[in-house]
């Protein structure tokens, strides 16, 4: 059993390889490959060592790209995506463990580890606008209220735009 257990974590650093596969490579910034997705919608997000950028994005104007770029280059400043891959890691891994003892305690665990990874997720974005905002300053506040989340619910992994522009309030 140990042996598939630990046969499924490398799958979690696969997955983000396979994903950044179907995008076209534009150009190398410093330690980031900064790739294209053919999305129309506005977005921009860190995989490892990648920055993803949408052709949504690039209809934006040079403050709002601005914006974004200061909020997603605060992610990979900070650490984020391999802070949160670690908590991932640790989470199934002992998620995993407990189903060798009871499947109804490994299941809370999961669920437990969902929760942590949504509630750190939501954390890690209020940080990254605070590090882009001390760059960027009202710009960002712009962008959040113009394209952030209005909505929230229990899989989402960022906090809606009102919260967001709240947590800058009290940089």
């Given at each position: 059993m140990n042996i598939f257990i630990f046969g499924l974590l490398p799958?979690?650093?696969i997955v983000d390889r396979l994903k950044i596969r179907k995008f076209r490579f534009l150009f190398n910034f410093h330690n980031l490959k900064v790739l294209l997705d053919d999305s129309t919608d506005i977005n921009a997000y860190i995989i490892g060592n990648n920055l993803v950028i949408t052709k949504g994005f690039l209809t934006l104007n040079?403050?709002?790209?601005?914006?974004i770029l200061a909020h997603e280059l605060a992610h990979v400043t900070l650490?984020?995506?391999n802070k949160l891959r670690s908590i991932i890691i640790i989470s199934l891994g002992v998620s995993f463990l407990l189903f060798q003892f009871n499947i109804f305690i490994s299941l809370i665990a999961l669920i437990f580890a969902f929760l942590l990874q949504n509630y750190i997720s939501k954390k890690q974005e209020i940080e990254a606008d605070r590090l882009a905002y001390r760059v960027v300053g009202d710009l960002l506040k712009n962008v959040i209220y113009k394209y952030g989340?209005?909505?929230?619910?229990?899989f989402?992994?960022?906090?809606?735009?009102?919260?967001?522009?709240?947590?800058?309030?009290?940089t």
């Open positions: 799958l979690l650093f040079k403050d709002e790209q601005k914006a650490n984020h995506y989340d209005n909505e929230i619910g229990l989402s992994t960022h906090p809606n735009a009102d919260v967001r522009i709240k947590m800058l309030a009290t």
